[in-house]
């Protein structure tokens, strides 16, 4: 690999992923961050709710068919982001997923449920947690 360009992020880096326009970050509040990706300025926030309560640990991000997709870290769930209100408009539970799979997490709990990648050719959704030994293709 060679180093292309090299910037400077004054804030905690939780999560990132991009609609096209704007870089999307996440610092483990319930603020979603959109920057220029040019200049790193913010452009906008965004506060993520849920029945009118702020959804705290927004972590890992994805960006899928004009939704922000997140897990809350800790938790085994992936909420589905309105980018434009905050809202949360669908919530999926992952419990169990590497359990039910046969495998486990090494006994430590915080291999927790942590990424969440999609694949804008295949239409495919892959989850995987920390030091977890699987990569799962899910579907909402």
């Known amino acids: 690999f060679k180093r292309l360009k090299q910037f400077y992020l ?3 880096g939780w ?7 704007s870089l999307i970050l996440s610092d ?3 603020t979603i961050y959109f920057r220029n990706p040019n200049t ?3 452009i906008k926030t965004i506060s993520v709710s849920e029945n009118g309560n702020l959804v705290n640990n927004v972590n890992e991000l994805e960006y ?3 939704y922000i997709y997140a897990n809350i870290w800790q938790t085994d769930d992936i909420i589905k982001i309105d980018p434009v209100t905050g809202k949360v408009l669908a919530r999926a539970d992952l419990g169990g997923l590497l359990a039910k799979s046969g495998l486990n997490n090494g006994g430590d ?3 927790v449920l942590n990424g ?4 804008s050719v295949t239409q495919r959704i892959y989850v995987t947690g920390k030091r ?3 990569i799962f293709e899910i579907k909402f």
Do not use: Q, R, Y
């Open 64 to 66: 899928i068919d004009g």
């Open 15 to 21: 999560g990132m992923t991009h609609d096209g326009s």
């Open 116 to 119: 969440i990648a999609f694949d």
């Open 132 to 134: 977890w030994p699987a």
């Open 109 to 111: 709990p915080n291999n």
């Open 40 to 42: 790193l300025e913010t």
């Open 28 to 30: 483990g509040s319930s």
């Open 10 to 12: 004054n804030a905690k």
